[in-house]
């Protein structure tokens, strides 16, 4: 079997398991989506939008937070960690996209980027949500489980996303992505993986021979 022909199979798989394809940040506006994904970094998403629900209502627009008061942000995402670091980056990006690019997100990972706070995943989040082009969101998750299922040897996120970009069909990798997250929270956590309740399992072996996953026991 092929990685292609497994990433075929884990796809196919998913899209049954997981019918909804769904973020699991809240928002409401592309630009939220992106302060919820720098927010993300080193937090869970559960706590992101937590934290979201006051900042959003207090910040009901993309002017407002990029005119807004750099420490008061920073006290109100608190919880998400990296507070100061954050809450920098927020109001930078919201000040050069309202000023600079008049609320037009852009449309390339490599715009996306210059942006302060935005790295990859976040860039590939905005591409596969907001824009609906093809992307690859390299978050925990998919690199953990696409590791297990053997369709890449790398760790670092990047090579992780070229890796899959040669095998995940592109207008499937943006919802392959979500579905990666809630199954990884679901069964192919990172300690103690469920894998005798892996719904999974029987769309890997359906062609009749034994696949087995990647796990380090």
């Known amino acids: 079997m092929t990685k292609k022909e497994k990433a075929l199979l884990a796809v196919e798989g998913l899209e049954k398991i997981y019918p909804e394809a769904k973020c699991s940040l809240v928002y409401n506006h592309p630009y939220e989506l992106m302060i919820a994904g720098r927010l993300s970094a080193q937090c869970t998403d559960a706590r992101v939008n937590i934290v979201t629900k006051e900042l959003f ?17 920073a006290e109100i995402v608190k919880p998400c960690g990296l ?30 980027t210059t942006l302060s706070g935005i790295g990859r995943k976040t860039a590939n989040l905005i591409m596969g ?5 093809p992307a690859i969101v390299t978050d925990t998750h998919c690199i953990r489980i696409c590791g297990r299922l053997g369709l890449t040897k790398e760790n670092a996120p990047e090579k992780v996303e070229q890796d899959l970009l040669k095998i995940i069909p592109s207008e499937k990798g943006s919802d392959f992505c979500h579905r990666l997250v ?21 769309f890997l072996n359906s062609d009749g021979r034994k696949y087995e996953c990647h796990i380090k026991k």
Do not use: W
């Open 57 to 73: 209502a207090k910040y009901p627009t993309l002017q407002s937070f990029a005119d807004a008061d750099v420490n008061d942000i």
């Open 83 to 112: 507070y100061k670091t954050k809450a920098k980056s927020i109001v930078e990006m919201a000040h050069r996209l309202y000023y600079e690019l008049s609320g037009v997100i852009p449309k390339t990972v490599e715009e996306l």
């Open 129 to 133: 949500d907001v824009h609906h082009l």
């Open 182 to 202: 809630i199954f990884g929270r679901e069964y192919c956590t990172a300690r103690s993986p469920k894998c005798e309740e892996c719904p999974l399992r029987q």
